[in-house]
């Protein structure tokens, strides 16, 4: 192996390890929980904004839609209960995927989610939402499940199911990261024996799957995506069963593997293109040569809930002059500065801080949060891991002050985190460089 | 009926007509992923053996070092990746990776040229690449670009109620937007019932006109009518009717203010409103959305069937 040429090792990496799992991780629970905050944010609003009813009607929905062959499962039927419905699951997915409760099939069921109520009424939308559109449609291809997930807590305690908590520095670097399996299917391989609640998901959402074909909703785009997740669900399960290291179980693993790859590139670029072409795109724009520009979406009605503090921002010239010029400047570079570590990671810095003062002072919140979670693809392991082990941290001492009795309750601590076991761990190069 | 007219997802804040002259636009899918993903760390051989502590047949493995032995099983590297398949699997693997890797250039390719700006090879391809990202993959990132949006659209709205006695009366104007705006202040979470419904609305409308306020094509109507059934769900939440009374006929306008420059800039701008008034439209049962406005439906119905003429 050692002789492997380079081109060879990468085949062999990429075919080995779904890399990046916390980044993939730290994106899933990005997008889960802005789509999440949404939907509950909107739940007022959210027959005037995607009910049969709504000012943008089902059916001047339908028209549009049929010129365009979006997706969309509120189009399957006009009826209020089925709108209903559909938001309802839409936010229960985007919560399971939080917590990466059989991630695989929450994260298509998520994308389900999100399509559909977007599509439903498109000008309803902003750059917020059709950043997660993407990323949730990117998704459905990662292993974003592998740490900080339940999937990957489970899996960890059927790999060793020993009793104390001691020895879990044997477990591979660190425990959870070693779960490379997608879990759905079964978590727990043959150690676990029967993970009942799988099955059953396959075999409901095979249902569901059949009415929908037989209906004639699907394009067959669709039809190959998700009947193709289906299956290849079963097939790995089938094959973990038969024989956990067998040839097929490699095999499917590989296949996945690439997807995942191929997927968080994806994602990686996306961000990457996002933030060129805003960039490219100003520089062109007269007030972003001037140095005004920053000053106009401020006095805007639409995007100024402070006034006050925009009034106190825009106040002096040079000030915004310096955030415009800045700005575009970091937009620009961002892709460029991708060579370098360090240099990357400081401009993502001031990137995520950009957008933390947007989410307020433009009073864009979800859209700030969208693009923080899609930023969070180029963190350093690192960072995420320590943000990890800080997480579990705060949480088990916010459980050790809650009465005993709640503890039981709450099954072992939310799921967040699986990880901070990493006294044994590698000195670890950060992702990026 | 054709993909281009296909509405934006995304901000709208900038013009589609962007300066075509950016040969610049940055080769980002390339960059994007030789920095990051390639130099990602290895991921421990220990983690890679995770999913197999098998028994059976250690094969080796492409990551690096063997595995350190998992306290609990007493072996085995890993059996994972390409390396360790057979023959026949490594064929199937191989022709996974190039479709693979086919379809990210590909994708990366026609996202690249969906967001460029229009040039020699979207001139040329314009059809394919509007298949490949058509509807699932579209996408405007041109956020308060090439210039930010310089003036304030206010929508306002009246309308002519027929009441009981078959008189009729006019309201005054509302303000919409500025309901809006007043809605949005102070609020940390402004819904896009406030920020998008009205504002992207107004702008689907004005994209779907001309200058004499006449549609172009199906989307126009369209948009006339979200426009008349979003003033009308506005205009019963501050115009309760009367028992017997309904709308008649809503007249729209927009009035659009320059930004003025900023105090410490020299530049003097027009600041004028600019008013564009709609002709009166009249109302029918279908424009009016919510089904918790039953009450307003049943009397329009009731002045349409002639109940009072």
């Keep these: ?433 | 009926m054709d993909r281009h007219d296909k509405d934006v997802g995304g901000e709208s804040a900038g013009s589609d007509a962007a300066p075509t002259g950016s040969d610049a636009v940055p080769t980002g899918p390339d960059a994007a992923p030789t920095g990051s993903g390639a130099a990602s760390a290895p991921t421990g051989s220990a983690a890679a053996s995770a999913s197999a502590d098998s028994g059976a047949a250690p094969a080796p493995t492409g990551s690096a070092a063997p595995a350190p032995a998992p306290a609990d099983s007493g072996a085995a590297p890993a059996r994972t990746g390409i390396a360790a398949l057979s023959r026949r699997s490594q064929v199937v693997a191989a022709l996974v990776l190039a479709v693979v890797v086919a379809t990210v250039c590909v994708h990366v390719g026609m996202v690249f040229l969906h967001v460029a700006p229009s040039n020699t090879v979207s001139k040329e391809h314009g059809r394919t690449v509007d298949d490949w990202i058509y509807p699932e993959f579209e996408q405007n990132w041109k956020l308060f670009a090439p210039n930010p949006l310089q003036q304030n659209v206010a929508v306002q709205v009246r309308a002519q109620i027929r009441t009981a006695d078959g008189t009729g009366r006019t309201t005054r104007w509302y303000d919409l937007s500025a309901q809006d705006g007043a809605a949005i202040d102070h609020n940390l979470l402004p819904s896009h019932t406030q920020q998008n419904e009205l504002r992207r609305g107004w702008d689907f409308f004005v994209s779907t006109h001309d200058a004499q306020n006449r549609p172009t094509g199906l989307r126009g109507e369209l948009s006339e009518r979200y426009i008349r059934r979003m003033v009308l769900l506005r205009l019963h939440r501050h115009e309760p009717l009367a028992r017997g009374e309904a709308f008649d006929q809503v007249q729209v306008r927009s009035r659009t203010t320059a930004v003025q420059p900023p105090e410490w800039s020299d530049e003097k701008i027009n600041g004028k409103p600019v008013l564009r008034v709609l002709p009166w439209w009249s109302v029918t049962p279908g424009d009016l959305p919510l089904a918790g406005e039953d009450r307003a439906r049943r009397d329009v119905a009731v002045a349409q069937n002639g109940g009072v003429r």
């Design chain 1, 1 to 433: 192996m050692i002789s492997f040429d380079p081109l060879a090792r990468g085949v062999q990496r990429v075919t080995a390890q779904a890399l990046g799992p916390y980044q993939t991780a730290v994106v899933r629970i990005g997008f889960a929980a802005t789509w999440l905050l949404f939907l509950l944010r909107e739940l007022p609003h959210r027959r005037e904004l995607y009910g049969p009813d709504g000012p943008w009607s089902w059916d001047m929905a339908r028209q549009l839609i049929s010129a365009n062959d979006a997706f969309t499962a509120l189009m399957w039927s006009d009826g209020r209960l089925w709108f209903e419905i559909v938001y309802f699951l839409a936010i229960v997915s985007s919560a399971l995927l939080l917590v990466g409760w059989r991630t695989r099939t929450m994260s298509v069921l998520f994308m389900i989610g999100v399509l559909s109520l977007q599509n439903r009424s498109i000008f309803m939308g902003d750059g917020g939402d059709n950043v997660i559109h993407l990323m949730a449609i990117y998704l459905v291809f990662t292993r974003c499940g592998q740490v900080w997930s339940l999937d990957a807590r489970r899996a960890a305690r059927a790999r060793a199911p020993q009793h104390d908590h001691g020895d879990r520095g044997s477990l591979g670097a660190d425990g959870s990261r070693a779960v490379d399996d997608d879990l759905h299917a079964d978590g727990g391989g043959r150690v676990g024996g029967g993970d009942r609640v799988g099955p059953a998901l396959w075999w409901v959402l095979g249902l569901a799957l059949s009415v929908v074909t037989f209906l004639g909703e699907l394009s067959w785009f669709w039809l190959l995506l998700f009947w193709g997740m289906w299956v290849a669900h079963g097939l790995w399960w089938a094959a973990v069963r038969r024989a956990p290291d067998g040839e097929a179980r490699v095999l499917l693993d590989v296949v996945a593997n690439l997807a995942h790859n191929a997927a968080l590139l994806v994602i990686m670029v996306e961000a990457c293109l996002i933030y060129a072409t805003a960039g490219w795109y100003k520089i062109q724009g007269s007030r972003w040569q001037d140095g005004t520009a920053v000053y106009y979406p401020l006095q805007l009605d639409y995007f100024s809930p402070w006034p006050e503090l925009a009034d106190l921002l825009t106040s002096h010239g040079v000030l915004v002059m310096l955030v415009t010029y800045g700005t575009v400047a970091v937009q620009v570079a961002f892709p460029f500065t991708l060579f370098n570590r360090r240099v990357k990671n400081v401009l993502l810095a001031v990137m995520i801080f950009e957008h933390a003062v947007i989410a307020v002072v433009l009073g864009l919140p979800f859209f700030s949060l969208a693009m923080i979670a899609a930023d969070a693809v180029f963190l350093p392991t690192s960072f995420l891991r320590r943000l990890g082990r800080w997480v579990a941290r705060t949480r088990e001492r916010l459980l050790a002050r809650v009465p005993r009795l709640s503890r039981a309750e709450v099954p072992q601590g939310p799921p967040g985190e699986e990880q901070p076991r990493d006294a044994a761990e590698p000195a670890r190069v950060g992702f990026g460089a």
